[in-house]
T-cell receptor, first 113, second 114 residues
């Protein structure tokens, strides 16, 4: 079973702090990774995607990928109460014709004012 | 807003009934994927449609079936509903079916089976 595991949380940080969300994956065939944010009762919203080893920055968000360690992370700088949500990590396999997303269970982040 | 729409928003059915959920993909997108998200879990892949053909299926029984139409909108049909089918059903559209395409989710349909 090809899995994506996320740190279970919940994670609580004060406003203005850095939130660090982590994810590991078992399928070495995964070539691309996605972070989605999901507010309670809503659908997942894409935050970032990353394909290559290293860091990718977009505003307050930085995604990190280490394919050798099969590890993906998302850093949120200057966390805001509006960042409070469940963060879903997903990987996509490069093989076959089925380009499905395999999701972790999500990490609940709470940013305290 | 992703431009992906789903209907209905909420649905209540009883065990054994059948349900059809609908999804309109974002303009220009030809691929639709369906996911089931149970409470407290990540979305689970049901199947994907690419240019009106099924392009892969997850670990779901045959009573879950689907269609994609020439305008790339899609339907998910579930027969013989079970209590465990209660979940948020998500449709995601993408430009093409590839390893690097980005999937954008619609608002979802909340299905409750009593």
């Amino acid at each position: 079973q090809k899995e994506v595991e996320q740190n279970s949380g919940p994670l609580s940080v004060p406003e203005g702090a850095i939130a660090s969300l982590n994810c590991t994956y078992s399928d070495r065939g995964s070539q691309s990774f996605f972070w989605y944010r999901q507010y309670s009762g809503k659908s997942p919203e894409l935050i970032m995607f990353i394909y290559s080893n290293g860091d990718k920055e977009d505003g307050r968000f930085t995604a990190q990928l280490n394919k050798a360690s099969q590890y993906v992370s998302l850093l949120i700088r200057d966390s805001q109460p509006s960042d409070s949500a469940t963060y879903l990590c997903a990987g996509k396999n490069s093989g076959g014709s089925n380009y499905k997303l395999t999701f972790g269970k999500g990490t609940l982040l709470t940013v305290n004012p | 807003e992703t431009g992906v729409t789903q209907s209905p928003t909420h649905l209540i059915k009883t065990r054994g009934q059948q349900v059809t959920l609908r999804c309109s993909s974002q303009s220009g997108h030809n691929t639709v994927s369906w996911y089931q998200q149970a409470l407290g879990q990540g979305p689970q892949f049901i199947f994907q449609y690419y240019r009106e053909e099924e392009n892969g299926r997850g670990n779901f029984p045959p009573r879950f079936s689907g269609l994609q139409f020439p305008n790339y909108s899609s339907e998910l049909n579930v027969n013989a509903l079970e209590l465990d089918d209660s979940a948020l059903y998500l449709c995601a559209s993408s430009l093409v079916a590839s390893g690097r395409d980005t999937q954008y989710f619609g608002p979802g349909t909340r299905l409750t089976v009593l």
